[in-house]
């Protein structure tokens, strides 16, 4: 059964520091291109970075870059959001997702085929 598990959110402070995990299991992590989302209060979910198979191309969204950095290790099929210099409006529930996928390529473009349950993340003093 594919699973994936989202860990390490929590509440901190404007212009801290937090990485995110993302655990998979029951499906071939490797071939899988991988995105984080997220919802904050009263939005509509968003794409906040993706990484291919490899991790050779990824893709942020204007509000993250420079900040979030979006990595992964087939070995321990995990990928990571690395976040910093985080604003109060990073505030949300952060979601990661799995994507059949060819390599090098992100495939944002198509329905996810799993996703995880979520983490919540607030930037608050």
């Known amino acids: 059964q594919a699973q994936l598990v989202e860990s390490g959110g929590g509440l901190v402070q404007p212009g801290g520091s937090l990485r995110l995990s993302c655990a998979a299991s029951g499906f071939t992590f490797s071939s899988y291109a991988m995105s984080w989302y997220r919802q904050g209060p009263g939005k509509e979910r968003e794409l906040v970075a993706a990484?291919?198979?490899?991790?050779?191309?990824?893709n942020y969204a204007d509000s993250v870059k420079g900040r979030f950095t979006v990595s992964r290790d087939n070995a321990k099929n995990t990928v990571y959001l690395q976040m910093n210099s985080l604003k109060p409006e990073d505030t949300a529930v952060y979601y990661c997702?799995?994507?059949?996928?060819?390599?090098?390529?992100?495939?944002?473009?198509?329905?996810?085929?799993?996703w995880g349950q979520g983490t919540q993340l607030t930037v608050s003093s």
């Open positions: 990484i291919s198979r490899n991790g050779g191309t990824t």
């Open positions: 997702n799995a994507r059949s996928c060819s390599p090098g390529s992100l495939c944002i473009w198509k329905t996810p085929d799993y």
